[in-house]
């Protein structure tokens, strides 16, 4: 087999100043509604494209451990107490404790009022801890409250914050309104990585999705997320397609490079094996990197587990043999 | 890094015998006037098996086996029975697609992902469909009761082998006639498989045959007093011959020849999927594809955007062996095609357009190009007025969309165009005025058994596909 060099997403064209265009609800809708449109079923056809490659033996191997290192592993539920996620922070550290080649996964992620529970198991070990924040997952709660709940996070001890954005804005065409709302969170988080939810399944347009990316760009945001996993439609292979396009036309534009996040409904090994194919054809090998890609998951941890201990055993083992935290 | 580790398909899963005789009177017969010819893998030129070459007196064999097939067994037939002949032989397709598959992508060079994902499906589909006209025919659109014509010659080229035998067996049989196939000379194999299946599905004797061969076996089939209707897909120039020779008979005929499509980018169109339909519609079996978009049409105010992203979407192309389910671009199909592609690069080259190819190492056996695209090509150039039918793109501007339609046109074939907007209005605008049988909008390549398929001008007459095909099997 013969195959070609990966080939890096470099920025031939001339870098661009679009700082300015916050400034102006005109500028920024102009500027949004400019970009090129997305043909639906082109993009629904070439990530199912991407999603037919084969990725066997060592490249197998090398997807797994890369994608076990990009997992958010992630609890985001009510009934979510100190010690569920302790124990989830002690599993994000040796996801595999009969293997300590087993990399830790990229993150855990959490409610605000969990992130101290979390913080004092992950301490020094390299794993980021992450918090959901603004009103997670509506964002229907007025700024200053959302602003409160992010500091409250950082305070905590989280060093990535998943914000979601104003859909209700958005969606009425109000993109400054969007656009100041990430700015504040952004500055809120302070050191903290800001990761922008779009919730893409509420935007439900392919359009809607690249205009929302680039303006969660353009405000500061240091990841695009596709969803908070609390309705019905997460990621899917062709939203997280679009998004991929934008951060790579946003650094051609920019010189500023952004990471993508993908969030919910990613289960299975063979999942998320066809995500890194479509971001290394993409994207290029840049993004191939838990500081630029990552996974919102929870079960998706233990398939990889799984499919690991497969390939170097040469057999599956049962559900039982990995742990449930 | 992330480098695919090689994922070939398996070879083992069909069965190639070292030597094929002809199907005639639905059994393998040895030659009686002929010799025998090699077919080869252009990915390693290795032999694959040694192919019967008929003669005059074989397809006159073949001719009389079709005739009395159809005088006795298939025209009588009614339509229901013949649909489940059909049926039958669709179906068995489908459970020995993975077996025909691997056979395509070893004998024609094309990568499997395409025949086991396009060809296949496609070829399986043509049967369903025409088999669901078969008790229809009344209903077709051609008066109460439309007659087959008889005997049906159909010659098919190497690109899609088995693909062009479903275009032209299936609205064949599904209409009442029976038909004398001639395969291509490189790419006889899988119909030669297809004929098992007619055996597999009990398909009465006579009703197809294969007679494998070259340019004079094909000669003497068209050429042939007892045939009734000529089809024929291929080069312009063999078109041109054989209108020539069925000239003042009562031989019905249809011709798919060549193209030269023009791929229209307009400044407002969705650019990220206009970049796969440019590829798709060029680099796709290599661009050995009569309705490939050759011509690349970009609206001059992106056309920088538009080649920038198209020369990093190249970059990406995988090019290699053909059963390695990753790879995009397989072989060229033969030396003499390679040469081809060649001679018309060298000329594109000549005459002053800037020729770029993305790095790509090709293997040292077989028949290989990289990928190329020519930009600041002219209308004057040969590689924007001569079918390359191979993986060069030519990257022409326009600035209005009447100069896009002009340029469009000015090409003696019209066979597909791609318009690629996201202004709807001016879809309609356009396909009004372009002359090409085909005109796809924001996407190219696309077939159905349902859509009628063929050309304007030196592209060729007749349709083939949908309702319109049955129109050329049918005495009307």
Same mark, same amino acid.
């Given at each position: 087999?013969?195959?070609?060099?990966?080939?890096?997403?470099?920025?031939?064209?001339?870098?661009?100043?679009?700082?300015?265009?916050?400034?102006?609800?005109?500028?920024?809708?102009?500027?949004?509604?400019?970009?090129?449109?997305?043909?639906?079923?082109?993009?629904?056809?070439?990530?199912?494209?991407?999603?037919?490659?084969?990725?066997?033996?060592?490249?197998?191997?090398?997807?797994?451990?890369?994608?076990?290192?990009?997992?958010?592993?992630?609890?985001? =539920?009510?009934?979510?107490?100190?010690?569920?996620?302790?124990?989830?922070?002690?599993?994000?550290?040796?996801?595999?404790?009969?293997?300590?080649?087993?990399?830790?996964?990229?993150?855990?992620?959490?409610?605000?009022?969990?992130?101290?529970?979390?913080?004092?198991?992950?301490?020094?070990?390299?794993?980021?801890?992450?918090?959901?924040?603004?009103?997670?997952?509506?964002?229907?709660?007025?700024?200053?409250?959302?602003?409160?709940?992010?500091?409250?996070?950082? =305070?905590?001890?989280?060093?990535?914050?998943?914000?979601?954005?104003?859909?209700?804005?958005?969606?009425?065409?109000?993109?400054?309104?969007?656009?100041?709302?990430?700015?504040?969170?952004? =500055?809120?988080?302070?050191?903290?990585?800001?990761?922008?939810?779009? =919730?893409?399944?509420?935007?439900?347009?392919?359009?809607?999705?690249?205009?929302?990316?680039?303006?969660?760009?353009?405000?500061?945001?240091?990841?695009?997320?596709?969803?908070?996993?609390?309705?019905?439609?997460?990621?899917?292979?062709?939203?997280?397609?679009?998004?991929?396009?934008?951060?790579?036309?946003?650094?051609?534009?920019?010189?500023?490079?952004?990471?993508?996040?993908?969030?919910?409904?990613?289960?299975?090994?063979?999942?998320?094996?066809?995500?890194?194919?479509?971001?290394?054809?993409?994207?290029?090998?840049?993004?191939?990197?838990?500081?630029?890609?990552?996974?919102?998951?929870?079960?998706?941890?233990?398939?990889?587990?799984?499919?690991?201990?497969?390939?170097?055993?040469?057999?599956?083992?049962?559900?039982?043999?990995?742990?449930?935290? | 890094?992330?480098?695919?580790?090689?994922?070939?398909?398996?070879?083992?899963?069909?069965?190639?015998?070292?030597?094929?005789?002809?199907?005639?009177?639905?059994?393998?017969?040895?030659?009686?006037?002929?010799?025998?010819?090699?077919?080869?893998?252009?990915?390693?030129?290795?032999?694959?098996?040694?192919?019967?070459?008929?003669?005059?007196?074989?397809?006159?064999?073949?001719?009389?086996?079709?005739?009395?097939?159809?005088?006795? %067994?298939?025209?009588?037939?009614?339509?229901?029975?013949?649909?489940?002949?059909?049926?039958?032989?669709?179906?068995?397709?489908?459970?020995?697609?993975?077996?025909?598959?691997?056979?395509?992508?070893?004998? !024609?060079?094309?990568?499997?992902?395409?025949?086991?994902?396009?060809?296949?499906?496609?070829?399986?589909?043509?049967?369903?469909?025409?088999?669901?006209?078969?008790?229809?025919?009344?209903?077709?659109?051609?008066?109460?009761?439309?007659?087959?014509?008889?005997?049906?010659?159909?010659?098919?080229?190497?690109?899609?082998?088995?693909?062009?035998?479903?275009?032209?067996?299936?609205?064949?049989?599904?209409?009442?006639?029976?038909?004398?196939?001639?395969?291509?000379?490189?790419?006889?194999?899988?119909?030669?498989?297809?004929?098992?299946?007619?055996?597999?599905?009990?398909?009465?004797?006579?009703?197809?045959?294969?007679?494998?061969?070259?340019?004079?076996?094909?000669?003497?089939?068209?050429?042939?007093?007892?045939?009734?209707?000529?089809?024929?897909?291929?080069?312009?120039?063999?078109?041109?011959?054989?209108?020539?020779?069925?000239?003042?008979?009562?031989?019905?005929?249809?011709?798919?020849?060549?193209?030269?499509?023009?791929?229209?980018?307009?400044?407002?169109?969705?650019?990220?999927?206009?970049?796969?339909?440019? %590829?798709?519609?060029?680099?796709?079996?290599?661009?050995? %594809?009569?309705?490939?978009?050759?011509?690349?049409?970009?609206?001059?105010?992106?056309?920088?955007?538009?080649?920038?992203?198209?020369?990093?979407?190249?970059?990406?192309?995988?090019?290699?062996?053909?059963?390695?389910?990753?790879?995009?671009?397989?072989?060229?199909?033969?030396?003499?095609?390679?040469?081809?592609?060649?001679?018309?690069?060298?000329?594109?080259?000549?005459?002053?357009?800037?020729?770029?190819?993305?790095?790509?190492?090709?293997?040292?056996?077989?028949?290989?190009?990289?990928?190329?695209?020519?930009?600041?090509?002219?209308?004057?150039?040969?590689?924007?007025?001569?079918?390359?039918?191979?993986?060069?793109?030519?990257?022409?501007?326009?600035?209005?969309?009447?100069?896009?339609?002009?340029?469009?046109? !000015?090409?003696?074939?019209?066979?597909?165009?791609?318009?690629?907007?996201?202004?709807?209005?001016?879809?309609?605008?356009?396909?009004?005025?372009?002359?090409?049988?085909?005109?796809?909008?924001?996407?190219?390549?696309?077939?159905?058994?349902?859509?009628?398929?063929?050309?304007?001008?030196?592209?060729?007459?007749?349709?083939?596909?949908?309702?319109?095909?049955?129109?050329?099997?049918?005495?009307?």
């Amino acid at each position: 087999m013969r195959r070609l060099p990966g080939m890096t997403a470099t920025a031939t064209s001339a870098r661009s100043d679009l700082s300015e265009l916050g400034r102006s609800e005109t500028a920024l809708r102009t500027f949004l509604h400019g970009l090129p449109g997305v043909d639906q079923v082109g993009a629904e056809q070439r990530a199912a494209q991407l999603g037919t490659r084969s990725i066997k033996t060592t490249a197998k191997a090398q997807a797994i451990d890369l994608a076990i290192r990009m997992v958010d592993l992630t609890t985001l =539920e009510g009934a979510d107490t100190p010690g569920k996620v302790r124990a989830l922070a002690a599993k994000a550290l040796r996801p595999d404790p009969a293997d300590p080649s087993c990399p830790h996964v990229g993150a855990v992620c959490v409610y605000p009022a969990m992130v101290p529970h979390v913080a004092e198991v992950l301490r020094g070990s390299g794993v980021h801890l992450a918090s959901v924040a603004t009103a997670f997952p509506s964002g229907q709660a007025p700024l200053e409250v959302k602003l409160a709940d992010t500091r409250a996070a950082v =305070e905590a001890g989280a060093d990535e914050i998943d914000m979601v954005i104003n859909r209700g804005a958005f969606l009425a065409g109000r993109y400054k309104e969007v656009y100041d709302e990430i700015v504040a969170t952004k =500055e809120a988080c302070g050191d903290a990585h800001l990761k922008v939810i779009l =919730e893409t399944g509420e935007l439900a347009t392919y359009d809607n999705v690249r205009r929302a990316s680039w303006l969660a760009m353009l405000a500061g945001g240091d990841f695009i997320k596709t969803s908070t996993g609390k309705v019905p439609v997460a990621a899917t292979p062709p939203v997280t397609l679009v998004m991929l396009e934008a951060v790579r036309d946003f650094r051609a534009a920019t010189g500023r490079q952004v990471g993508v996040k993908p969030a919910g409904g990613i289960r299975t090994t063979k999942d998320a094996i066809k995500y890194l194919v479509m971001v290394n054809e993409t994207v290029g090998p840049d993004w191939l990197d838990p500081d630029w890609f990552r996974f919102g998951a929870s079960s998706l941890l233990n398939d990889l587990l799984m499919q690991r201990t497969k390939l170097t055993t040469g057999v599956y083992a049962g559900p039982d043999y990995f742990t449930l935290d | 890094m992330f480098e695919y580790a090689p994922a070939p398909e398996s070879r083992s899963v069909v069965d190639i015998k070292p030597s094929y005789g002809l199907f005639i009177d639905g059994k393998f017969v040895d030659p009686t006037d002929g010799g025998s010819f090699k077919s080869i893998n252009p990915a390693s030129e290795e032999v694959l098996a040694e192919v019967a070459e008929g003669g005059a007196g074989d397809v006159d064999r073949a001719v009389r086996a079709a005739r009395a097939a159809y005088e006795k %067994v298939w025209g009588p037939m009614p339509g229901r029975d013949r649909a489940k002949y059909l049926f039958r032989i669709a179906r068995i397709i489908q459970e020995r697609s993975r077996e025909l598959a691997v056979l395509e992508s070893l004998d !024609n060079g094309k990568p499997i992902k395409e025949s086991r994902d396009v060809d296949l499906p496609l070829v399986a589909a043509h049967f369903f469909y025409y088999a669901g006209w078969a008790d229809k025919l009344e209903h077709a659109g051609f008066g109460p009761n439309p007659r087959p014509l008889g005997v049906a010659a159909q010659v098919i080229p190497w690109n899609f082998p088995l693909l062009m035998l479903a275009w032209k067996i299936a609205p064949a049989l599904a209409a009442g006639n029976t038909v004398v196939l001639k395969p291509a000379e490189t790419t006889p194999l899988t119909a030669l498989l297809f004929a098992e299946i007619c055996q597999q599905a009990d398909l009465p004797a006579g009703v197809v045959n294969i007679v494998t061969g070259a340019g004079e076996t094909g000669r003497a089939l068209v050429e042939h007093p007892g045939v009734d209707k000529v089809a024929f897909t291929g080069s312009t120039e063999v078109g041109r011959a054989i209108a020539r020779a069925v000239a003042g008979t009562r031989k019905k005929l249809t011709l798919e020849l060549g193209g030269k499509a023009a791929n229209i980018v307009f400044d407002d169109a969705p650019i990220d999927q206009a970049v796969e339909g440019i %590829v798709n519609g060029i680099f796709f079996n290599q661009g050995h %594809v009569c309705c490939a978009g050759s011509r690349l049409l970009i609206q001059e105010s992106v056309a920088d955007r538009v080649l920038e992203s198209l020369k990093r979407r190249m970059a990406q192309l995988r090019v290699g062996d053909p059963l390695d389910k990753n790879t995009d671009i397989g072989a060229i199909n033969s030396a003499a095609q390679l040469a081809r592609i060649r001679e018309l690069s060298e000329a594109g080259s000549a005459e002053g357009a800037e020729r770029w190819s993305p790095p790509c190492e090709l293997p040292e056996r077989g028949f290989w190009f990289a990928p190329t695209i020519f930009t600041g090509v002219t209308q004057a150039h040969r590689i924007a007025r001569e079918e390359i039918f191979g993986p060069v793109l030519s990257v022409l501007t326009f600035r209005t969309p009447a100069e896009a339609v002009e340029k469009a046109n !000015n090409t003696p074939y019209g066979l597909s165009a791609g318009i690629w907007t996201d202004k709807g209005s001016r879809i309609l605008w356009m396909a009004d005025r372009l002359r090409a049988g085909v005109v796809w909008a924001n996407t190219f390549n696309k077939f159905d058994p349902t859509s009628p398929f063929g050309g304007y001008k030196e592209s060729g007459y007749g349709r083939e596909g949908g309702r319109h095909g049955l129109e050329g099997y049918l005495n009307v």
